[in-house]
């Protein structure tokens, strides 16, 4: 049976592969791969899904509708590289081994490419398959000049398409402009995004986050989707404003179309006006978020709180840590410590466990209804 699709088309490719096999000894070597690609295999979770391994590199594939936002791809595939980075370094560090293998693991490293287009899927000999010209325009960018050009190893290729489908206003002009041509294909214009500069900002990045064992509330559900899905309806304003029954969400500090520390939502619950500010932003882990209230009028109070994802075998377990909420004017600290303690408290608790919760699991249930 073959079916037509449209999505991002996405190989992630191990750098340096073909020089550490030949210049190692390869049952260790190969020991060292393999945990690597077990590695990328384990985060190669939807709304990616697999197509194959093909020797060096994992191809897989997204098909339209499966998130709510272009920036979830993104943060998946840097999340890919941050840990094959942590797992290569642990590697090293906790090895004693003197073989060239060992000595060679530094020397790997990974690229990725994204192209949006159309694809068909058929089965072959029992197994799923994906062709069509933009399948051979992606795995046709595996040989490319850009180390050539501009000296990057680690890097993730855009094509234009993919760039487009995102929809992350302003982040192309982020990245570096590259151009290849193929013979049949003719000429593709892409952008590159440095993952080495990327893991080096996030490795100097300070933690904010309330830990469940010093927080004054701790909410603890499960959502039927792995965490970058979770994560996407977790996060997404519009999916935000159903399940904690704002009037209107609305964003501002974006920073290439992208959400992250500096972000601000603002939502309108009738006349109150809460703005929730972004402190920690770590995709599929947690995310720190800050709110600042104004309620009843005159008092303003802050209070931050952690929303933690972790994988589970039927899904995502998602814990919410408050601290304990702040009087702008010190003064009047009393009077929040009065609000939170029987009023405050049952609110934010329904929009969290009551209200929440059970319009996330229709929302996401219904996205993968929709996905199918």
């Not at 295999?41 to 098909?63: N, Q, R, W």
């Not at 159309?118 to 398959?129: L, S, V």
């Not at 209070?303 to 377990?317: D, F, M, N, S, V």
């Not at 009047?332 to 929440?356: D, S």
Request: contains cysteine.
């Amino acid at each position: 049976m073959v079916f037509m699709d449209k999505g991002y088309l996405v190989i992630s490719d191990i750098t340096g592969y073909t020089a550490f096999l030949t210049g190692s000894e390869l049952e260790h070597a190969q020991d060292i791969l393999q945990s690597l690609f077990g590695v990328l295999l384990k985060h190669t979770t939807p709304p990616l899904e697999l197509s194959k391994l093909e020797g060096d590199a994992i191809f897989s594939y997204v098909p339209d509708g499966r998130f709510l936002r272009g920036q979830v791809l993104l943060e998946m595939i840097e999340k890919m590289y941050a840990v094959f980075r942590q797992a290569q370094e642990q590697m090293r560090l906790n090895t004693t081994c003197t073989c060239r293998a060992c000595a060679n693991i530094p020397n790997l490293d990974l690229k990725f490419f994204v192209h949006h287009g159309d694809f068909i899927q058929h089965t072959i000999a029992g197994r799923e398959e994906l062709s069509g010209p933009d399948v051979i325009l992606i795995h046709r960018l595996l040989k490319n000049s850009v180390n050539e050009k501009t000296g990057l190893k680690a890097y993730t290729l855009f094509t234009e398409a993919a760039l487009a489908a995102m929809a992350l206003d302003g982040f192309g002009q982020q990245l570096v402009s590259h151009q290849e041509a193929y013979e049949h294909l003719g000429e593709v214009s892409a952008y590159l995004h440095d993952l080495h500069a990327m893991w080096q900002r996030d490795r100097d990045k300070h933690r904010i986050e309330v830990r469940p064992e010093e927080a004054v509330m701790v909410l603890h559900f499960d959502l039927p989707a792995p965490p970058p899905v979770a994560w996407d309806y977790l996060t997404d304003p519009a999916a935000k404003r159903r399940y904690i029954g704002a009037d209107r969400i609305s964003m501002s500090g974006l920073s290439g179309g992208r959400m992250g520390p500096g972000s601000q939502y603002h939502c309108a619950h009738g006349k109150e006006l809460n703005d929730e500010l972004i402190m920690d932003w770590r995709p599929f882990d947690y995310v720190t978020i800050q709110e600042n209230v104004t309620a009843p009028p005159g008092l303003r109070m802050t209070q931050l709180c952690t929303i933690r994802l972790a994988a589970k075998e039927a899904g995502t377990q998602v814990t919410v840590s408050f601290n304990r909420p702040q009087a702008v004017n010190p003064a009047l600290q009393w009077l929040v410590a009065l609000i939170w303690r029987f009023y405050a408290r049952r609110v934010v608790g329904e929009r969290f466990t009551v209200n929440g919760p059970p319009i996330l699991r229709e929302m996401i249930k219904e996205g993968l209804r929709t996905e199918d």
